[in-house]
Nanobody, 125 residues
Framework: QVQLVESGGGLVQAGGSLRLSCAAS????????MGWFRQAPGKKREFVAG????????YYADSVKGRFTISRDNAKNTVHLQMSSLRPEDTAVYYC??????????????????WGQGTQVTVSS
């Protein structure tokens, strides 16, 4: 089993920045990809960014490309999501996910085996 714990959410003004972290514990070697998803009230959960544990290859949703950066710290089994130039439409609960799925399906939430509890990000206008 793998446990994922997010931190770093909060309230920020539009144009500001936040850094989310996801600490993984347990059988972390079983994971191949890590991703961040978000879900706003009344909306479906959507992919934000993904990263390969091994090569640090990354992939972003068009809506966050150029504003968000995903990174990983192998020594600490932690994945970060640096969010800049935040907009009110970025307001959502952000979830960290990990799994052994295929990189080509990094945007598909069913590819992920483990999920964190979520952390709220609120961007005020």
């Amino acid at each position: 089993q793998v446990q994922l714990v997010e931190s770093g959410g909060g309230l920020v003004q539009a144009g500001g920045s936040l850094r989310l972290s996801c600490a993984a514990s347990g059988r972390t070697l079983s994971m191949y990809i890590m991703g961040w998803f978000r879900q706003a009230p009344g909306k479906k959960r959507e992919f934000v960014a993904g990263i390969k544990w091994s090569s640090a290859s990354t992939y972003y949703a068009d809506s966050v490309k150029g504003r968000f950066t995903i990174s990983r710290d192998n020594a600490k089994n932690t994945v970060h999501l640096q969010m800049s130039s935040l907009r009110p439409e970025d307001t959502a609960v952000y979830y960290c996910a990990g799994g052994v799925g295929y990189w080509m399906a990094v945007t598909v939430d069913s590819q992920y085996d483990y999920w964190g509890q979520g952390t709220q990000v609120t961007v005020s206008s």
